[in-house]
């Protein structure tokens, strides 16, 4: 997070730097070369993507990696921070259907330790997963909860209570592979609406066993346009200690029909979705947080008194 005020910048060198660590997922919709090539979606996905620490993009179309250099190029002379990122193969049970997911990450702020593609176990000759999840391992330094490994999902509508369930043996196998249940799921879903009923939660079993958490509630849209209100997008944490290390009500989308007083054809342009954000705690926002009120009203009553003293200018 970037601090803009003056008086807010000049306070900062007296408690600390301002931060938060923000992890947002979007289904980008179609992103390939073409898409790529347009300005405006560019721009507006550009400005989507700076504002976080990590973004995992989802519906990629782009094997030959020119459309992802293009936006992390943009990144790079948009944004103060510098972008990496890291991409699967393409997935998908036929080659028409082949996406892949994208991390998009700050170099500054958090390092990539590790990655797996989970390989699906066939069930009756067919893949539980439309496309398998691409699991990587980030160690934030600057964070509470420090290391965590993200593990997102694009389901195919019709599969989604099978795909969301199989979730959990995804769970289990990162768990024994990297010793590891500082875990959170994020992506399109589909989980809501039509394709997941409050009876098909007992089928899942994020949702039936102990220890995960569903950010986004059923009740929110992360859907583009008037017709539907639907919680297709999703964030899940795995534990208490994530639990935890997650700044309370940050968990939501990001309308930026609203927030860039974008039109709904320039909207669609980008995508049929909203992002979805979480921010994680801080270890310096976490130190600040009990003494920060008292001895930010004493630095501002010093500021006050010594502008008052200052020698007033004229322009001439």
Partial sequence: MSCHSPLLLLL???????SAFKICAFNVQNFDEAKSANFRVMHTLTRIVSRCDICVLQEVKDTRGNAIKTLVGTLNRYDNHHYKYVASGGLGRTPEDQEQYVYLYRNET?????????????????????????????????????????????????????????????????????NTENVMFLGAFNAGCGHMTRQD???????????????????????????????????????????????????????????????????????????????????????LQAPVQPLLLIALSVITSVLHILPSTSMV
Avoid at 12 to 18: K, R, S
Avoid at 117 to 143: I, L, N
Avoid at 156 to 177: G, Q, R, W
Avoid at 212 to 224: A, G
């Fill in 201 to 287: 939660k007992a089928d899942i079993r994020l949702f039936s066993k102990p220890g995960f958490f569903w950010l986004i509630r059923d009740q929110v849209d992360t859907i583009v346009g008037d017709t539907t209100s639907c919680a297709y997008d999703r964030i899940v944490v795995h534990g208490q200690p994530f639990l935890k290390a997650i700044k309370p009500y940050s968990a939501q989308v990001f309308n930026i029909a609203n927030e860039y007083k974008l039109s709904m054809g320039r909207v669609l342009e980008v995508s049929d979705h909203f992002p979805i954000e979480v921010e994680l705690k801080t270890k310096s926002s976490g130190q």
């Fill in 12 to 18: 900062l060198g007296i408690f600390g730097p301002c």
């Fill in 110 to 178: 958090v390092e990539l330790t590790d990655q797996y593609q989970y390989a699906d176990k066939k069930e009756g000759g067919v893949d539980a997963f439309s496309r398998d999840p691409f699991v990587v391992r980030f160690q934030a330094k600057e964070t509470v909860i420090g290391d965590f490994a993200l593990i997102p999902l694009h389901t195919a509508a019709s599969d989604a209570i099978k795909e969301i369930d199989k979730l959990y043996d995804v769970f289990e196998e990162i768990k024994m592979k990297w």
